[in-house]
């Protein structure tokens, strides 16, 4: 089976673009979770979608925000960017939701913004 | 709410020594407890899970984790390291509600020495 792709590798933007970042996930899996990874903060909860819905979100300000297809594909968009949203974003899927369920992770996307 | 404490922020051993990498939660519910490791440049990769029974799990590449219920620990071990165990471990904890929601530490950066 094919793993997790996330889409592009590398970003560089300006502050006050916006961006766009896409997540497939293992053929099956139905959740879709993302992840912000910065060295001051660590790794961090963006939200978490099933089915096409939002099932969880973290605390993140409402610039984050993501949708899923119906073929589970994912994409997260951040609007009006922020020096401080340079990351690596990590996109996860898991073919359940139960709290034992393992992750499977993409390589990331690193954002930079200048 | 949950919490995750990894004590070493770094951990340098020499090729075929032994290591521990330690991790202690909190949580005043049951939890599941995971070790992931991520390489340079990529994403995180499930090292081993415990859910429940044998207190002692084992996981991929050799590696071991001790689950402590009286201590609130669950360390990693390995018996004999190589320069290809050089990547960064994260303890996670996530309670029975979602997988999503599982609580990283701040990750130990495990530099093997030749």
């Known amino acids: 089976k094919a793993g997790v792709t996330q889409t592009p590798r590398y970003l560089i933007k300006t502050r006050g673009q916006q961006v766009t970042l896409s997540c497939s996930p293992i053929?099956?899996?139905?959740?879709v979770s993302w992840y912000q990874q910065t060295p001051g903060q660590g790794l961090q909860f963006l939200f978490e979608?099933?089915?096409?819905?939002?099932?969880n979100k973290g605390n993140f300000p409402g610039r984050f925000s993501g949708r899923q297809f119906s073929n589970s594909r994912s994409e997260m968009n951040v609007s009006t960017l922020e020096l401080g949203d340079s990351a690596l974003y990590l996109c996860?899927?898991?073919?359940?939701?139960?709290?034992?369920?393992?992750?499977?992770f993409g390589n990331g996307t690193r954002l930079t913004v200048t | 709410a949950q919490s995750v404490t990894q004590l070493d922020s770094q951990v340098p051993v020499f090729e075929e020594a032994p290591v521990e990498l330690r991790c202690n939660y909190s949580?005043?519910?049951?939890?599941?407890l995971f070790w992931y490791v991520q390489y340079p440049n990529q994403g995180l990769q499930l090292l081993l899970k415990?859910?429940?029974?044998?207190?002692l799990v084992k996981g991929i590449n050799g590696f071991e984790a001790e689950f402590n219920k009286s201590q609130t620990s669950f360390h990693l071990r390995k018996p004999s390291v190589h320069i290809s165990d050089t990547a960064e471990y994260f303890c996670?904890?996530?309670?029975?509600?979602?997988?999503?929601?599982?609580?990283f530490g701040s990750g130990t950066r495990l530099s093997i020495r030749p």
């Open positions: 996860a899927s898991s073919s359940e939701t139960g709290g034992g369920t393992p992750l499977h």
């Open positions: 053929s099956g899996h139905r959740s």
């Open positions: 979608y099933f089915s096409e819905t939002q099932r």
């Open positions: 949580s005043s519910v049951s939890v599941y």
């Open positions: 415990y859910l429940s029974g044998s207190t």
């Open positions: 996670a904890v996530s309670d029975t509600g979602s997988a999503s929601k599982i609580i």
